[in-house]
């Protein structure tokens, strides 16, 4: 298992939909269309940024992976998170990813961010816990609801994540517009510094819960998670693909009560060209067999019972349906 990080720049949603079309022009992700000359056995494993849960949990089972599939390397890399990794995997650059249900979704109907460059060869390997919104701010900010949000400097998530997407439906639930506030495109851990020293007001960002970083930021300052108002979660939910879901005081030592907020599901992708339905099948069992190894909180929510959560338009990849079916839940 070999760690990759990024020497090209992270591409920001215009550049890597022009990339997109052009591969969608010559007929697909990898030009290949997925015949068994295609299929290889150097993996490379798109995750997120460094202070989110998508990095660690995407090197740890890129360990597992190996450890239990024979004549496979698994190299996992940081990125920009589920746009960059769907669309490195539609490129034909990388072979697995890890990606909101969301942005998996809106990017096989060729929809959002993904609209004249409809994606074609992700399959759908396992959905793997559930993904919170979080709007995080510090107790003297004066932001006490979403409505605040309006005229503050706001954190929306990294250039090519999911996280922008949810952003945007929660401030535009509460009737702010992009002129409304100033968006910072940042990832997860960056955002937490900007929050930290005092260059923003606020942070949004979609991660499994709980999340170490939040709680490294709270043992040194006085942080607040932003509830939002139960029917305007419902709203959002009713037109999206998000749910509505209560962050547990026990998350966090710094919470004491319920927090209203929105959830999709964190799903594992593979190439439908180059992931061999053998190794699909490989990785979807390692993925649940091995998952009291996981180390990371998100472990133990990992299980049968989520697999297909959130999967809505994704197509099943054939090793992962071979196995569900093995296993009942197909």
């Given at each position: 298992?070999r760690?990759?990080?990024?020497?090209f720049?992270?591409?920001?949603?215009?550049?890597?939909?022009?990339?997109?079309?052009?591969?969608?022009?010559?007929?697909?992700?990898?030009g290949?269309?997925?015949?068994?000359?295609?299929?290889?056995?150097?993996?490379?494993?798109?995750?997120?940024?460094?202070?989110?849960?998508?990095?660690?949990?995407?090197?740890?089972?890129?360990?597992?992976y190996?450890?239990?599939?024979?004549?496979?390397t698994?190299?996992?890399?940081?990125?920009?998170?589920?746009?960059?990794?769907?669309?490195?995997?539609?490129?034909?650059?990388?072979?697995?990813?890890i990606?909101?249900?969301?942005?998996?979704?809106?990017?096989?109907?060729?929809?959002?961010?993904?609209?004249?460059a409809?994606?074609?060869?992700?399959?759908?390997?396992a959905?793997?816990?559930?993904?919170?919104?979080?709007?995080v701010?510090?107790?003297?900010?004066?932001?006490?609801?979403?409505?605040?949000?309006?005229?503050?400097?706001?954190?929306?998530?990294?250039?090519?994540?999911?996280?922008?997407?949810?952003?945007?439906?929660?401030?535009?639930?509460?009737?702010?517009?992009?002129?409304?506030?100033e968006?910072?495109?940042?990832?997860?851990?960056?955002?937490?510094?900007?929050?930290?020293?005092?260059?923003?007001?606020?942070?949004?960002?979609?991660?499994?819960?709980?999340?170490?970083?939040?709680?490294?930021?709270?043992?040194?300052n006085?942080?607040?998670?932003?509830?939002?108002?139960?029917d305007?979660?419902?709203?959002v939910?009713?037109?999206?693909?998000?749910?509505?879901y209560?962050?547990?005081?026990?998350?966090?030592?710094?919470?004491?009560?319920?927090?209203?907020?929105?959830?999709?599901?964190?799903?594992?992708?593979?190439?439908?060209?180059?992931v061999?339905?053998?190794?699909?099948?490989?990785?979807?069992?390692?993925?649940?067999?091995?998952?009291?190894?996981?180390?990371?909180?998100?472990?133990?929510?990992?299980?049968?019972?989520?697999?297909?959560?959130?999967?809505?338009?994704?197509?099943?990849?054939?090793?992962?349906?071979?196995?569900?079916?093995?296993?009942?839940?197909?």
């Amino acid at each position: 298992m070999r760690i990759a990080r990024r020497t090209f720049a992270t591409l920001g949603p215009l550049a890597a939909l022009g990339l997109l079309a052009a591969c969608s022009d010559d007929g697909g992700g990898s030009g290949s269309g997925g015949g068994d000359g295609d299929f290889v056995t150097d993996l490379t494993f798109g995750t997120g940024g460094t202070g989110g849960v998508y990095y660690p949990l995407g090197g740890e089972y890129a360990a597992i992976y190996e450890d239990n599939i024979d004549g496979i390397t698994v190299t996992y890399t940081d990125s920009g998170a589920s746009v960059e990794n769907i669309g490195k995997i539609f490129q034909g650059e990388w072979q697995l990813g890890i990606a909101q249900s969301d942005t998996a979704n809106t990017a096989v109907l060729g929809e959002g961010e993904f609209e004249g460059a409809q994606v074609d060869n992700i399959g759908w390997i396992a959905g793997l816990y559930p993904e919170a919104a979080h709007i995080v701010t510090l107790a003297d900010n004066g932001i006490e609801s979403a409505a605040d949000l309006k005229g503050k400097k706001i954190a929306v998530g990294d250039v090519g994540s999911g996280t922008r997407a949810v952003s945007d439906a929660i401030l535009a639930a509460y009737d702010i517009g992009e002129g409304d506030y100033e968006a910072f495109e940042q990832d997860f851990a960056s955002s937490l510094d900007l929050l930290r020293d005092n260059n923003i007001d606020a942070s949004v960002f979609v991660v499994g819960t709980p999340t170490g970083s939040l709680g490294d930021l709270a043992a040194t300052n006085d942080v607040k998670l932003v509830a939002l108002d139960q029917d305007k979660a419902e709203q959002v939910a009713s037109e999206s693909l998000f749910e509505v879901y209560t962050i547990k005081p026990e998350a966090y030592d710094f919470l004491e009560e319920e927090v209203t907020t929105l959830s999709v599901a964190a799903a594992l992708i593979a190439s439908m060209d180059q992931v061999s339905p053998e190794i699909g099948y490989e990785i979807t069992k390692a993925t649940f067999e091995q998952a009291e190894s996981i180390t990371l909180p998100q472990g133990g929510l990992i299980n049968h019972d989520f697999a297909l959560t959130g999967q809505g338009d994704v197509p099943m990849h054939p090793g992962a349906q071979k196995y569900y079916e093995e296993e009942g839940l197909l």
